[in-house]
């Protein structure tokens, strides 16, 4: 079974490029993550190539996975950084971005994270609000920074093709500036001499199916931006897809391209990858506690529940489980369920499986991206480990220790105030 260049099932073993996932597990104990540096890579470098034809620059969208050695690889081969906090604009910057390659995205940032992304030098504001220009330009002004790039990010009002809880395009969202709001930023742009208000940026959604909705939308930001040609930059977000099971196929990515282009000729384009880039380079190994039958159903318990990995609690996504061993019992339908108190706390549900006996360990496939980026501490459960396999393919490294009790217990306090 082969699920990428790096990931694949070798004489029964999964294997992460050279080396057997189940050694890895066996030293770090489960739940843990592992990712593949070189997959990453890879995938960094695909893209890079099939958005050459436009001239793509690319912003690796930290919020799918800002692991310090996965930041680390990507600025090391030139990834300039989509961060959307303060925090993972520090996280970037320790992992040696440059303030300039870094764009600051966010539908709500607050009047501290603005300055301190100033302060800082950031390369691009991607604005969702007209009073976030103010705070802006009056940030920029106090500091002393004479001109700060800033893009317009546009709610197209399209229906993206995606799950409707990733979706972020349509009219009703939360997301973005409305066209008359944006003629309105752009006719009043004097207001704000620290700005240069010279780009759109436009984000439908994640994960998306076709390429229908991104191009309905960049035939309105054209017509929208033609007017101004102090806009020079379309900065195209993120979104595009990646197959969670074997049996999905994704559209070409060099088709979108050439149908892209067109609408972004003469303009700069930016773009904002996450899922892409990381999902298929992650797996979440985990082991059977228990292995329990009622109600007809047999209930695989395993030690990674939604806390690890909540995607399938949240949008009933389908990630492929698979032993690490092949053991050689059969098939069964089953459930795989973590410990949490929740019912939704479900990570396969009527899945086809390999016979799993208690102590077996399982990969959770395709868990690169808003996997531990997601991961939560309820049930005040730890938070898990994380390695990386470098991109030598045998050797690898713990990025991120396993929490401790400690961990859990650190920001107690017990100060009595007075208002
Ligand atoms: N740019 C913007 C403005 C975004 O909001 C996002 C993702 C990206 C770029 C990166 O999108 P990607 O290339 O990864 O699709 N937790 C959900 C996905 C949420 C996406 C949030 N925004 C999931 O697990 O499917």
């Not at 990453?40 to 690319?58: D, H, M, S, T």
């Not at 808003?370 to 990386?388: D, F, H, I, K």
Request: glycine share 8%; hydrophobic share 45%.
């Amino acid at each position: 079974m082969i699920f990428n260049n790096s990931i694949r099932v070798v004489d029964a073993a999964l294997m992460i490029d050279d080396l057997p996932v189940y050694a890895i597990a066996r030293e770090l104990e489960t739940p843990v993550y592992v990712y593949s540096l070189k997959r990453i890579q890879e995938n960094y470098r695909r893209l890079k190539a099939a958005f050459a034809p436009v001239g793509a620059r690319l912003h690796y969208s930290a919020k799918a996975n800002s692991n310090a050695a996965i930041l680390r690889t990507l600025i090391d081969k030139g990834a300039g950084i989509d961060a959307v906090s303060g925090g993972e604009i520090a996280r970037t910057l320790r992992a040696g971005a440059a303030a300039q390659d870094i764009v600051f995205a966010g539908v709500g940032k607050t009047v501290a994270e603005i300055g301190y992304a100033i302060e800082r030098g950031i390369g691009w504001f991607n604005v969702e609000n007209e009073l976030e220009l103010q705070y802006i330009n009056e940030a920029a002004s106090s500091i002393g920074t004479e001109k700060v790039q800033v893009a317009l990010r546009f709610n197209p009002e399209v229906r993206a093709d995606t799950h409707p809880q990733i979706s972020t395009g349509h009219g009703g969202a939360k997301f973005g500036l409305t066209a008359a709001a944006i003629g309105k930023a752009l006719a009043g742009a004097e207001r704000y001499p620290n700005l240069s208000i010279c780009g759109v940026h436009l984000h439908i959604g994640s994960q998306l199916g076709d390429s229908a909705a991104t191009l309905q939308a960049l035939a309105k930001t054209r017509q929208l931006i033609k007017p101004y040609p102090n806009i020079h930059t379309i900065n195209l977000g993120g979104g595009l897809p990646v197959a969670y099971r074997q049996d999905q196929s994704i559209p070409s990515l060099e088709e979108l391209v050439s149908e892209i282009a067109p609408h972004v000729h003469g303009y700069q384009v930016l773009l904002e990858p996450g899922r892409a880039i990381v999902a298929d380079a992650g797996i979440l190994v985990a082991t059977v506690l228990y292995v329990k039958e009622q109600a007809g159903k047999i209930f695989y318990i395993i030690d990674a529940s939604m806390t690890e990995l909540i995607r399938p609690a949240l949008y009933g996504a389908q990630h492929e489980i698979v032993p690490l061993t092949q053991p050689d019992d059969g098939w069964v339908v089953a459930q795989v369920v973590g410990p949490v108190c929740e019912s939704t706390d479900v990570l396969a549900s009527d899945r086809e499986i390999a016979r799993l006996q208690v102590g077996d360990r399982v990969a959770i496939m395709t868990a690169g991206a808003y996997g531990m980026a997601m991961a939560s501490n309820y049930n005040s459960r730890l938070r898990p480990a994380e390695a990386v396999v470098a991109v030598d393919g045998d050797s690898w490294s713990v990025s991120r220790r396993r929490e401790t009790i400690g961990d859990l217990l650190y920001a107690n306090v017990s100060e009595s105030r007075k208002v």
